[in-house]
T-cell receptor, first 110, second 117 residues
C-alpha cells in the first residue's frame, strides 16, 4: 500500500459546484496532515492544515478521520481559479520529511 | 520577506555532465528539503537537512546525487554524470522546526527545471 494515495482525477466540474477529494494514508502513527495546492508549472503552496476536529477556511473544509486513516477536502461554490492539482500531505512523525500524494487534478469549467 | 529562491530556473545539459542546483532558504529556517517532481508525478523526497544534524539522505536515488548545506543556509544539490531519467523539476523547501520536534509549513522555491539530452 502506498504511503499516501489519492484519486488522480481529473475532476471536471462546473463553476459553483461542490467537489470533494479524499486521501488515504498508511502510517497510523502519522502526526500532521495538510492539503497543498499546485498550479501548472508552479511550486506547491500550502492550502490548509488538517486538524483532528476538522477545520474550515472560507469555501474550503478539511476533515481527518484517524480511525479510517483518511483525509478529505471539500470545496464549495467552485471558482475557475480553483483549477489546480491538490496534494494530500502527511507527516509520518514530528521531525521527518513530509510525504506527498501524487495529487488530484481539478478543472473548474465555466 | 523573501521566499525560497532557487537557481538556475532552467538547466539543459548533456548526458554525462555534472550539474549543480542551488537553493537559498527563507532566512531563519532551520530545515531544508530537496524534492524531485517528474512530469505528471508526485513529489519524490530526496534529502533533508535540519540544523547541524546529519542529513537524512534516504531519498537519494543513487550515489550520483549528493547535497551540501553550508553555514546552515544555502544548499547545493549536485548530480554527477547526469542521465536522461534525471530530467525533472527539482524543488527545494524550507521550514521552521519546533523545539518539540514537529515542523511548521514547508515553503517551496520555484524549482529548477532540468533537462538532460
Amino acid at each position: 500500500r502506498k504511503e499516501v494515495e489519492q484519486d488522480p482525477g481529473p475532476f471536471n466540474v462546473p463553476e459553483g459546484a461542490t467537489v470533494a477529494f479524499n486521501c488515504t494514508y498508511s502510517n497510523s502513527a502519522s502526526q500532521s496532515f495538510f492539503w497543498y495546492r499546485q498550479d501548472c508549472r508552479k511550486e506547491p503552496k500550502l492550502l490548509m492544515s488538517v486538524y483532528s476536529s476538522g477545520n474550515e477556511d472560507g469555501r474550503f473544509t478539511a476533515q481527518l478521520n484517524r480511525a479510517s486513516q483518511y483525509i478529505s477536502l471539500l470545496i464549495r461554490d467552485s471558482k475557475l481559479s480553483d483549477s489546480a492539482t491538490y496534494l494530500c500531505v502527511v507527516s509520518p512523525s514530528g521531525n521527518t520529511p513530509l510525504v506527498f500524494g501524487k495529487g488530484t487534478r481539478l478543472s473548474v469549467i465555466a | 520577506g523573501a521566499g525560497v529562491s532557487q537557481s538556475p530556473s532552467n538547466k539543459v545539459t548533456e548526458k554525462g555532465k555534472d550539474v549543480e542546483l542551488r537553493c537559498d532558504p527563507i532566512s531563519g529556517h532551520t530545515a531544508l528539503y530537496w524534492y524531485r517532481q517528474s512530469l505528471g508525478q508526485g513529489l519524490e523526497f530526496l534529502i533533508y537537512f535540519q540544523g547541524n544534524s546529519a542529513p537524512d539522505k534516504s531519498g537519494l536515488p543513487s550515489d550520483r546525487f549528493s547535497a551540501e548545506r553550508t553555514g546552515g543556509s544555502v544548499s547545493t544539490l549536485t548530480i554527477q554524470r547526469t542521465q536522461q531519467e534525471d530530467s525533472a523539476v527539482y524543488l527545494c523547501a524550507s521550514s521552521l522546526v519546533w523545539t518539540s520536534g514537529g515542523q511548521e509549513t514547508q515553503y517551496f522555491g520555484p524549482g529548477t527545471r532540468l533537462l538532460v539530452l
